[in-house]
């Protein structure tokens, strides 16, 4: 197919990079981390995070082609000891997503509806159905699903970041 046919259409979409603890040396690298991606400079303000005395804290909304949110995340793998969440907005062709990591429980990835709501699949949840012997076994994997524990963990350090800075950032096209 040539033309306006192709399927490959790069479509934009948008979400937020919250990196929520970060110690003060390793900021230059998230920078760079994320500049990586987007191909361009990044410069987050950079607050102190009062859950975590001696780290820091950032928001970045990005702009950039779907999928970008997911590559973010992966760039910060590199130190596993942040506290993160990047967000992507579903668009008419993608779902919307939120990828949040935390040292020593990992990565939890969730597919988000138009309304911020979690969505869980069909296929996660039969599966689900399918291995529970139990009710508790059922509500454990259920809130496993849901990412329970991670936003558990998250939220002290997302109540840090109110009325924080937050950084607009744009991939290079």
Request: charged share 20%; hydrophobic share 30%; glycine share 12%.
């Given at each position: 197919m040539t033309g306006a046919g192709v399927a490959s259409?790069?479509?934009s979409t948008h979400g937020v990079v919250f990196v929520h603890?970060?110690?003060?040396a390793i900021?230059?690298?998230?920078?760079?981390?994320?500049a990586g991606v987007l191909g361009r400079p990044v410069r987050m303000q950079w607050t102190a995070q009062p859950v975590a005395p001696g780290h820091l804290r950032a928001e970045a909304s990005w702009t950039g082609v779907i999928g970008t949110g997911s590559r973010l995340a992966a760039s910060l793998r590199a130190w596993p000891m942040l506290v993160f969440e990047v967000t992507e907005d579903g668009t008419a062709i993608s779902d919307g997503e939120r990828l949040a990591y935390l040292p020593g429980r990992g990565f939890?990835?969730?597919m988000i509806a138009a309304n911020g709501d979690v969505v869980v699949g069909e296929e996660?949840?039969?599966?689900l159905l399918s291995r529970s012997r139990t009710a508790e076994e059922y509500a454990h994997g259920l809130a496993e699903l849901l990412g329970t524990c991670w936003d558990s963990e998250l939220e002290p350090y997302?109540?840090?970041?109110?009325?924080?800075?937050?950084?607009?950032?744009?991939?290079v096209g």
């Open positions: 259409v790069r479509q603890c970060c110690p003060s900021a230059p690298h998230v920078e760079w981390a994320l939890h990835r969730s996660r949840l039969r599966g997302r109540q840090g970041g109110e009325g924080s800075p937050v950084t607009l950032l744009h991939q």
